[in-house]
């Protein structure tokens, strides 16, 4: 049985290896886009983005941004920075398609080393955070160019890069502790909050250098306090 298991998840890690590229080699390149370079986990990765890509991600971010902030007082509240987050997250997933095709190709083994590895890249960008009354979000595709954002932006980042390797990802954010996180469906141990969906998503503290998967400040650890903002997959 031991054996059979382990053909089984190689087969399975394989057929994923497979999906990443074949989706790569789908997208058609544009005379509009800008190649970059990024170095995660000590490797150099040569991808791209679409040209115009940071003024569309600032343009959605800042049209919803002002639709949330006619909710702040009102009983909706919450249901508006779930549709926040819900549009930030749907362009954000749009211009790092071909971003999260090329990192995975390069750095994917599974889905839990994966996971690790982009969030501890994340974890290591400058936290920087707006002091003007505009959106408090760096948009992803300027984010992983200069490495400096902030909670949000990180979160919506490693759910966006996550998700396009099939590793349900979702992100969590808490008025009360001012803060988003995201919540990842693996199997590892840690602490874990369970999702809109029923599942149960392993904490992933983008903002903490070094903390490991499944571990968050013991301040913010009441679930209770954490709304799940059920991005689609």
């Not at 083994?109 to 002091?131: K, M």
């Not at 909050?193 to 903390?211: C, F, N």
């Amino acid at each position: 049985m031991g054996v059979q298991k382990e053909q089984k998840e190689h087969r399975r890690k394989w057929k994923k290896r497979w999906m990443i590229k074949a989706k790569a080699a789908l997208w058609r390149p544009s005379p509009a886009r800008k190649d970059i370079s990024l170095t995660i986990a000590n490797k150099s990765i040569s991808t791209s983005i679409d040209g115009n890509a940071e003024k569309a991600e600032k343009s959605v971010i800042d049209r919803e941004f002002e639709i949330m902030k006619l909710y702040i007082n009102s009983p909706k509240w919450k249901e508006a920075w779930i549709r926040y987050y819900q549009q930030l997250y749907r362009v954000s997933y749009y211009y790092l398609q071909r971003v999260s095709f090329d990192v995975a190709t390069v750095l994917y083994e599974n889905d839990t080393q994966f996971a690790r590895t982009i969030l501890q890249w994340l974890q290591y960008f400058s936290y920087e955070r707006s002091n003007s009354d505009d959106a408090d979000f760096t948009p992803t595709t300027t984010a992983i160019q200069y490495h400096k954002n902030d909670c949000d932006s990180r979160s919506i980042t490693l759910a966006a890069i996550l998700n396009q390797c099939a590793i349900p990802t979702t992100v969590f954010v808490s008025r009360e502790y001012s803060h988003m996180m995201a919540g990842i469906n693996l199997k590892d141990a840690g602490l874990k909050i369970q999702g809109s969906d029923r599942a149960w998503y392993l904490t992933a503290e983008t903002t903490s250098k070094g903390l490991s998967l499944g571990m968050m400040a013991a301040e913010m650890a009441d679930r209770s306090k954490w709304i799940d903002c059920a991005l689609p997959r």
